[in-house]
């Protein structure tokens, strides 16, 4: 499981993001974004979060240091803006912390990574569905003269349908996914040998490693999937559906 440290302070909401992250400092004398479990979306966002991150961090793309952040319920009852304190109270328990990269600036296309590096960020947002890196929503940041990569709460979708209608490994495995609007859309060139290079390094144990980074408390049970194994398994199950069918969503 990722390290897990404690909440101390509350610095400042950041208002650029719509789940309302917050820059919190920890008992590791770090400074962190926090990714809150009662912003509204869930749980299940910062299971992809951590779970396409650290992926993405195995293949080579720059992705800030994630670990898990307690927040205690004092911080939460001292807290004196009443909408943040509202959002602390709703998250008292283990929150998401993203590495906080003071002065990073928002990607702009100015200073685009290297063709490879770029096909590397395509091809793990269409692996893993995530429609959340447009030229209207990057998700990408520069920072010490590098592309860093956040923001992958939205990949996973089908993790959502898991309590009404199960887990569906060769639904997800034939999902298309439209690269047409991926912000690397212009940077890219080979796409055909990105996905020879890096699914051979997607095996069946670095996703097993993956998943095991994620905090039980966050893998919700269903009808289907009674506890916090069967639930990473399903995870696993699906990505490796996913890999075997490359026709389906691997972009061109
Ligand atoms: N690790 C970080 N370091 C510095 N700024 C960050 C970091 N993570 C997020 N931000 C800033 O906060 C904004 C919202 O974060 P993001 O993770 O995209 O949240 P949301 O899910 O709300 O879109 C980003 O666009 C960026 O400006
Ligand atoms: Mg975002």
Same mark, same amino acid.
């Given at each position: 499981?990722?390290?897990?440290?404690?909440?101390?302070?509350?610095?400042?909401?950041?208002?650029?993001?719509?789940?309302?992250?917050?820059?919190?400092?920890?008992?590791?004398?770090?400074?962190?974004?926090?990714?809150?479990?009662?912003?509204?979306?869930?749980?299940?966002?910062?299971?992809?979060?951590?779970?396409?991150?650290?992926?993405?961090?195995?293949?080579?793309?720059?992705?800030?240091?994630?670990?898990?952040?307690?927040?205690?319920?004092?911080?939460?009852?001292?807290?004196?803006?009443?909408?943040?304190?509202?959002?602390?109270?709703?998250?008292?328990? #283990?929150?998401?912390?993203?590495?906080?990269?003071?002065?990073?600036?928002?990607?702009?296309?100015?200073?685009?990574?290297?063709?490879?590096?770029?096909?590397?960020?395509?091809?793990?947002?269409?692996?893993?569905?995530?429609?959340?890196? *447009?030229?209207?929503?990057?998700?990408?940041?520069?920072?010490?003269?590098? *592309?860093?990569?956040?923001?992958?709460?939205?990949?996973?979708?089908?993790?959502?349908?898991?309590?009404?209608?199960?887990?569906?490994?060769?639904?997800?495995?034939?999902?298309?996914?439209?690269?047409?609007?991926?912000?690397?859309?212009?940077?890219? *060139?080979?796409?055909?040998?990105?996905?020879?290079? #890096?699914? *051979?390094?997607?095996?069946?144990?670095?996703?097993?490693?993956?998943?095991?980074?994620?905090?039980?408390?966050?893998?919700?049970?269903?009808?289907? #999937?009674?506890?916090?194994?069967?639930?990473?398994?399903?995870?696993?199950?699906?990505?490796?559906?996913? #890999?075997?069918?490359?026709?389906?969503?691997?972009?061109?």
């Amino acid at each position: 499981m990722l390290e897990t440290i404690e909440a101390i302070r509350f610095v400042t909401p950041l208002r650029e993001g719509g789940s309302l992250p917050g820059v919190m400092e920890g008992d590791d004398f770090g400074t962190w974004v926090v990714k809150f479990r009662g912003a509204g979306q869930g749980l299940k966002v910062l299971v992809a979060e951590v779970i396409v991150g650290e992926l993405a961090r195995a293949l080579g793309l720059k992705v800030p240091q994630l670990k898990v952040i307690e927040v205690p319920e004092q911080i939460a009852r001292y807290e004196a803006d009443e909408e943040v304190q509202d959002l602390l109270t709703a998250s008292v328990g #283990l929150n998401l912390a993203v590495d906080f990269l003071p002065g990073a600036f928002g990607y702009d296309g100015e200073h685009p990574p290297s063709a490879d590096e770029a096909a590397t960020i395509m091809w793990l947002d269409a692996f893993t569905a995530n429609v959340d890196r *447009t030229p209207a929503n990057p998700n990408l940041l520069r920072w010490h003269g590098d *592309t860093w990569c956040i923001d992958h709460g939205a990949a996973l979708y089908f993790h959502h349908s898991w309590p009404s209608r199960g887990s569906h490994p060769e639904r997800f495995a034939a999902q298309p996914f439209d690269s047409s609007t991926h912000i690397m859309r212009g940077v890219v *060139t080979d796409l055909p040998s990105a996905h020879d290079r #890096l699914s *051979t390094l997607v095996t069946t144990g670095l996703l097993t490693e993956v998943v095991a980074q994620v905090p039980d408390a966050w893998l919700e049970p269903t009808a289907d #999937l009674p506890d916090a194994e069967s639930v990473r398994a399903a995870y696993i199950a699906n990505l490796v559906a996913r #890999l075997a069918n490359p026709e389906a969503w691997s972009p061109r």
